[in-house]
């Protein structure tokens, strides 16, 4: 089934560690080397194989275009990962991933979804879209390749049953 803008089928499900190969393919486009926040495929095993995680897939017509790093510990929910492929990007992946988060975390017993992000990362501009508030704030938390620092802004999302 198309998205309302036409831009062809998009499923999001929950996948296990075998997805991993396409994750480190999505990884590798869509962070930007300069700021080191891409995982290795082992730490994204790692933290999968941690109680309350959980990986989810975003196809567009058959094909891995995002995915989504989670987890829940006791009623909080945070989004480790989430990353679109540029090729894919604009086409409403990135809604469907925390929509299907939001709904699993929900599921887990999450009152909130909490996520961390640069403070000059464009995609603050789709999570405040899908509902996120910024509610904090860490000065010079994350140092980029080239010993740049950046602020780290927290937003969250209450997930009202």
Not at 18 to 38: K, N, S
Not at 116 to 141: M, Q, W
């Amino acid at each position: 089934m198309a998205d309302a803008r036409g831009y062809g089928a998009i499923r999001v499900a929950s996948v296990d560690a075998t997805f991993m190969a396409p994750v480190m393919e999505i990884m590798r486009a869509a962070f930007d080397p300069a700021y080191g926040e891409a995982w290795t495929s082992g730490q994204c095993a790692g933290i999968l194989a941690s109680p309350g995680t959980w990986l989810m897939i975003a196809e567009l017509d058959g094909r891995p275009a995002g995915f989504a790093l989670t987890r829940v510990i006791v009623d909080e929910a945070e989004l480790l990962l989430i990353a679109v492929h540029p090729e894919a990007r604009r086409r409403g992946i990135g809604v469907r991933l925390i929509a299907g988060v939001a709904e699993a975390a929900r599921r887990r017993g999450a009152a909130s979804l909490f996520l961390e992000v640069r403070s000059n990362n464009p995609a603050i501009a789709l999570y405040t879209g899908t509902g996120f508030s910024k509610v904090g704030e860490r000065i010079n938390y994350y140092r980029g390749a080239n010993g740049d620092l950046f602020d780290a802004h927290t937003y969250s999302l209450p997930l009202c049953p």
